[in-house]
């Protein structure tokens, strides 16, 4: 695929980064010449220097010939120009923009082709947002995803000392915790992988398992595997900046908040934006007689979400010592996110890979309805459609256990009757229904199928299995 | 000097007012009453001192500069009730000029604190004259002359912003000042034809209705009858004045959104206006179990009848009556003369601290116990999403404190002039909120005739005072003021 990108900066950069992986032509568009160099010389891609809503610079990266842009500049203005050059003159099938402003939303008029021609709006801030929200809402977990429009989760958690199915096999699971459909998809010991999970893998102490499950049993899966503590209740959010703005926008009425910043000006804005029962405190949230008087070791969560990411890991560990259930930080580095996740801080999260997935379900061929990208990138989950008939689908009519998955491939759930074969929604008299997958379940054509991927070099592999055969054609 | 343009500009405001005397008149000259005498010479009088002024003055025209605005806010608000008491003075036989210039104070800043009594037997003219001065000033004749004359240039919005009531008056709704004026005007004359059409309909006489209409939308209350709207004794004609006296309450420049956005939002959202409500709907439950209960009514219906009625009524800072609640015991009238200090929106044609100064100042209170508890918390006062400055914070309570002196100091001047503590403290408080009936020797059943003159012109400043919200006259007795 010949992907266009626009704008060098820390989402463009990541998003460069996931997608060069996968064999696609990425050229990036950017007015700093040294960005550009910098990426150039660490990854396979091409840089073209020069203002990017100019269709000179447009035509001279390539864009007659693209399959997608990606509009990724720091403002607003500059993406949604970008993508109506991109669909009016030169014809681009996908256009993504990442947009800020609220105001702009996926489905809105100001978006559809006579508007600024937006296919899909990505807002990192939003994305984070989404998954931090999870995590408050689940604290015994390190990340949930949904698949199906929520129908299926899945859900990442370390296994706790003395819960009911540590030092158990996997195929005591039914006999443990009766009740409950779920099914381990992988399962990492010291950040490695698993191989061959089978029904003799026994679940160790610290162990990070990924577990599918419909949505309503996340509780149970949860407890099942990590100590089930009283919910959350008292929050602490260190740093007032997008992400911790909206989050305690969308989260203030269930939970007491108290939101530090350093800058005044921003706190007064803060202040004016949320309703007063949310305390915003101005202050350094390393400073230790600050998080004592405001009582942090009261806090059953302390999320550090400033944009820098020594300040978010000190901070998260002062706060540890001095008594906070749970601490999450927000950190950009790669390197610094493996290196703490699991120490001291129990959750790290890297932003730029929250909104990858919204991106990859685009590049991916085959029908793939959602993509999550996990464990920092290293794996990925998605959710496909089973498109075609028993003879030109590789999947339909096969039970899960005889399909061609690469090896630690692993189906997970199926949905059954989302939707009509045409594509349209189904009627309210069938509920789609959730199949949690054994060896001989078998795949019906236009399924939703959950594939857990353990390494990025097997997508190909599943993407293929979601392609129709030619003969579907004709 | 300085002082001559802003004599032109008084000038132009005296004609203004003598054609608008031409209402009373028209009245006088088709009735034929006692009064159409001292019309005719009052008007040429007006008419005559205003021409004068204006013409003689005219080679100092110019353009105004915000200094001239508080003279000129001054001058028209010392003048123009002279000129209207003089229909009064010239009119009824044996009023003093003392009661003649409380009575058009009265009028002009929609008091509704009446010196006269045997209103049935005036005649008409006066008493419509009385009523139409309290609708011109109830929302002020300088917003009048904004909207009308093409007068005041830059310096018009400073002179809007002493009229118009409340702390936060640099919103405009119109990039033009005199549209702005003229769209208040048009509401508040719609709101009025609709209050006098209700009244008609419901029983009043054509004349009835125009004179109880201007005094109701104004938040005035005086009225052609010694027995007020008790006169009528009519569940529906009180009803009718609930409403209107209820619906003047609210900020005028809230419906004029609300028109323009052709929907109620604005009124609902706004935080001023929910607590004015509340705080109404509060006061009538309160009072009327608090009558059923302690204050000898036997039927819970008259109680809340009369209950609805009076604590709109002295909350909208309005002042009608139909029962003697002076007679009540202390809590229920002085709870009600204590909600017409505050209750009005700001923006409205009522009087008194204003509902928005008061949520201020519960917000900084609030705001200042929050901080003991959490000493870096950064909490500004917050009113409708959207934070307020310390700027505006500190005037607001710069201006109580103005407020507290001023009831303080006038009640105090009060008693030393020989009246007793009740009557004082509420004659101030009706005064300076511009409510109209007190307690006690100025209860609803009487009237402020039997002061003596001092106490009477002390009572006139304190309409003036109150109706210009403090500033505007106070800035005219400091020194820095005047120095060039």
Redesign the interface.
Request: hydrophobic share 40%.
């Given at each position: 695929m010949k992907i266009l990108i626009l704008g060098a900066g820390r989402v463009g950069e990541s998003v460069a980064e996931s997608l060069v992986s996968e064999k696609n032509d990425i050229t990036v568009i950017d007015s700093d010449p040294d960005r550009l160099h910098m990426l150039q010389d660490r990854l396979d891609l091409r840089g073209v220097v020069g203002n990017g809503i100019q269709p000179s610079v447009l035509r001279d990266a390539g864009i007659e010939d693209a399959d997608m842009i990606i509009a990724c500049a720091p403002l607003d203005e500059t993406n949604l120009v970008v993508c109506k050059l991109a669909h009016d003159v030169f014809n681009v099938p996908t256009r993504i923009a990442r947009v800020r402003s609220p105001e702009f939303v996926n489905g809105s008029p100001l978006l559809d082709r006579n508007g600024f021609a937006v296919d899909q709006v990505i807002c990192p801030e939003q994305s984070v947002t989404a998954y931090i929200r999870k995590l408050v809402q689940y604290p015994e977990a390190l990340q949930v995803l949904e698949f199906a429009d929520g129908l299926v989760s899945l859900i990442a958690v370390r296994a706790v000392e003395g819960s009911p199915l540590v030092r158990h096999s996997l195929a005591e699971i039914p006999a443990l915790v009766p009740g409950a459909d779920m099914r381990i998809v992988a399962i990492y010991r010291l950040d490695k992988a698993l191989r061959n999970l089978a029904g003799d893998t026994r679940i160790e102490t610290g162990d990070e398992v990924f577990v599918l499950a419909p949505t309503e049993h996340i509780r149970t899966v949860l407890g099942a595997l990590a100590k089930v503590d009283r919910p959350v209740k008292r929050l602490m959010i260190a740093g007032g900046g997008k992400v911790g703005l909206r989050l305690a926008r969308e989260i203030h009425a269930q939970y007491q908040l108290k939101l530090i910043?350093p800058l005044?000006a921003r706190?007064?804005y803060?202040?004016?934006e949320l309703p007063?029962t949310v305390?915003?405190?101005?202050?350094d949230a390393t400073d230790e007689d600050?998080l004592g008087?405001?009582n942090v070791d009261e806090m059953d969560m302390f999320l550090a979400l400033t944009s820098d990411d020594e300040d978010n890991i000190m901070s998260c560990l002062l706060a540890k010592r001095m008594g906070a259930r749970r601490v999450l930080a927000v950190i950009n580095r790669r390197s610094y996110a493996d290196l703490v996740q699991g120490s001291q801080i129990d959750i790290a999260i890297a932003p730029s890979h929250a909104v990858i997935g919204e991106l990859l379900a685009y590049v991916r061929r085959g029908d793939v309805a959602a993509v999550h990208s996990l464990r920092r990138g290293a794996a990925e989950a998605l959710e496909g459609i089973v498109r075609g008939d028993r003879k030109t689908s590789r999947m339909a009519g096969l039970p899960v256990s005889e399909l061609a998955l690469p090896k630690g491939a692993q189906v997970g759930a199926i949905v059954r009757g989302m939707h009509r074969p045409d594509g349209s929604e189904a009627g309210s008299d069938a509920k789609p229904q959730v199949i949690i997958a054994h060896g001989d379940t078998v795949i019906e054509p236009n399924d939703h199928v959950v594939v857990f991927v353990p390494s990025k070099r097997m997508v190909r592999e599943v993407e293929k299995l979601f392609q129709v055969s030619a003969t579907f054609l004709f | 000097m300085g002082l001559l343009p802003v004599v032109a500009l008084v000038g132009r405001l005296v004609v203004l007012f003598a054609l608008l005397m031409g209402v009373p008149l028209a009245f006088t000259l088709s009735r034929h009453d006692a009064a159409e005498q001292a019309f005719v010479m009052a008007t040429a009088i007006t008419l005559g001192c205003g021409l004068a002024m204006s013409l003689l003055t005219r080679r100092f025209r110019r353009e105004l500069q915000p200094h001239d605005g508080f003279v000129l806010v001054g001058l028209t608000w010392l003048l123009l009730p002279a000129f209207g008491a003089l229909p009064l003075w010239l009119a009824v036989p044996g009023l003093s000029v003392t009661d003649a210039y409380f009575e058009a104070t009265s009028a002009f800043t929609a008091t509704g604190a009446t010196v006269l009594s045997g209103l049935d037997a005036l005649p008409l003219s006066v008493n419509v004259w009385r009523c139409f001065m309290m609708f011109i000033g109830g929302l002020g004749i300088i917003v009048l002359g904004v909207a009308i004359l093409p007068l005041l240039g830059v310096g018009g919005s400073q002179l809007f912003k002493t009229e118009m009531t409340g702390p936060l008056k640099d919103q405009k709704l119109t990039p033009r000042i005199a549209d702005t004026a003229r769209a208040i005007w048009v509401v508040y004359a719609l709101i009025a034809l609709a209050c006098m059409l209700a009244y008609r309909a419901a029983g009043m006489s054509w004349e009835d209705a125009f004179m109880h209409m201007c005094t109701t939308v104004s938040l005035g209350g005086f009225s052609s009858h010694d027995l007020s709207l008790g006169y009528w004794n009519s569940p529906l004609i009180e009803a009718v004045a609930i409403f209107f006296m209820f619906v003047s309450g609210v900020s005028l420049v809230m419906y004029f959104m609300a028109w323009r956005s052709r929907s109620l939002a604005p009124l609902w959202r706004s935080t001023e206006v929910r607590a004015y409500a509340g705080v109404l709907v509060a006061s009538v439950a309160l009072i009327s179990t608090y009558l059923v209960a302690f204050g000898g009514y036997a039927d819970p219906l008259l109680a809340l009848r009369h209950t609805a009625f009076h604590v709109v009524s002295v909350a909208t800072t309005t002042g009608y009556a139909t029962h003697d609640y002076a007679t009540w015991p202390l809590f229920a009238p002085l709870h009600i003369i204590l909600l017409g200090c505050f209750a009005t929106c700001a923006g409205s044609t009522g009087g008194g601290i204003k509902m928005v100064r008061m949520l201020l100042l519960l917000k900084q209170a609030q705001r200042e116990l929050v901080r003991i508890v959490h000493p870096s918390v950064v909490n500004p006062v917050v009113l409708g999403g959207r934070a307020v400055s310390d700027r505006v914070m500190q005037s607001v309570i710069a201006y109580m404190m103005m407020y507290g002196a001023t009831l303080v100091g006038l009640t105090m001047a009060l008693l030393f002039s020989g009246l007793d503590v009740v009557t004082a403290f509420t004659a101030v408080i009706a005064c300076v909120n511009n409510i109209g009936p007190g307690l006690g020797e100025v209860g609803p059943a009487l009237n402020y005739g039997k002061l003596s003159d001092l106490q009477t012109w002390i009572c006139t400043a304190a309409m003036v005072l109150g109706r210009l919200e403090l500033l505007a006259v106070l800035v005219l007795f400091t020194p820095a003021f005047w120095r060039r």
């Open positions: 910043e005044r706190c007064e803060l202040a004016t007063s305390l915003v405190l101005q202050g600050l008087d405001e | -």
